[in-house]
Nanobody
């Protein structure tokens, strides 16, 4: 049974940092690219960052380049998102994603609120 469990969200002031983590189980983690998405209130879900199966390649949304870093630990079946210089517009529920056999799998999300 595929499971993705996010953690690490919370309330942070503008300019602050947070590190999100996603624990994966139920599939061969090291065989799949992993992504983080986010969905702000009233907005569509958007892709934040993607990392290749072995971690050698990463891509980012223009809005997060230079501030966010995606990484993975295939020995621990985890993928992380380090978020620095956070802005109020980063406020959203952040979701871990894996696309297995073309089918997207999602965690339940973790809420990040950037506010003073």
């Amino acid at each position: 049974q595929v499971e993705l469990v996010e953690s690490g969200g919370g309330l942070v002031q503008p300019g602050g940092s947070l590190r999100l983590s996603c624990a994966a189980s139920g599939f061969t983690f090291s065989s799949y690219a992993m992504s983080w998405y986010r969905q702000a209130p009233g907005a569509e879900r958007e892709l934040v960052a993607t990392i290749s199966s072995l971690g050698g390649s990463t891509t980012y949304a223009d809005s997060t380049k230079g501030r966010f870093t995606i990484s993975r630990d295939n020995a621990k079946n985890t993928v992380s998102l380090q978020m620095n210089s956070l802005k109020p517009e980063d406020t959203a529920v952040y979701y871990c994603n894996a696309r297995l056999y073309g089918i997207p799998r999602w965690g339940k999300g973790t809420l990040v609120t950037v506010s003073s």
